[in-house]
């Protein structure tokens, strides 16, 4: 009867070294899919960013520059019937663009910023209210070359 009782607890020792075994075989499978599927989605974000990320911003980038040459001369007609046209609520915008008639010496300025806080435009970091003269000691040329 001893030899009963010791096959049977060999049978329950082979079982469990094989459950184990098997759990062990499919948790190492499991964290090699996760980091396949890891690697996978690195990938992808870096084709959004580096893809899609790029061409909507040029895209958005066009359409800024269609309307912009949309608006401008319906401002310029604006200006030419309402004198205090030029007195816009900046609370509402958050950037300007410098044109001819708006801090113009700023046109193609790589420091210019443009952005308005609080109601203020902030011109650049040199001058925050813009300059008053024909020219700025402190100009230089935007890299993308667009004016």
């Not at 974000?45 to 066009?62: A, F, K, R």
């Not at 030029?86 to 609370?91: A, G, K, M």
Request: hydrophobic letters at 35%.
């Amino acid at each position: 009867m001893e030899d009963w009782s010791k096959d049977f607890f060999e049978v329950m020792e082979n079982a469990v070294s094989e459950v184990e075994h098997f759990f062990t075989d499919m948790s190492e499978e499991f964290v090699e899919m996760l980091d396949i599927l890891a690697h996978i989605s690195e990938e992808f974000t870096d084709q959004v960013q580096n893809n899609l990320i790029s061409e909507v911003d040029g895209y958005l980038n066009e359409f800024d520059g269609y309307f912009n040459e949309f608006l401008e001369p319906i401002i310029e007609i604006c200006r030419d019937f309402d004198p205090e046209f030029d007195e816009i609520d900046l609370s509402m915008v958050t950037y300007v663009n410098p044109s001819p008639t708006q801090h113009p010496v700023c046109r193609g300025c790589t420091n210019y910023h443009g952005q308005v806080y609080g109601g203020n435009l902030l011109v650049c970091a040199m001058h925050p209210t813009g300059v008053e003269s024909e020219s700025c000691a402190d100009w230089e040329a935007d890299s993308d070359g667009i004016f």
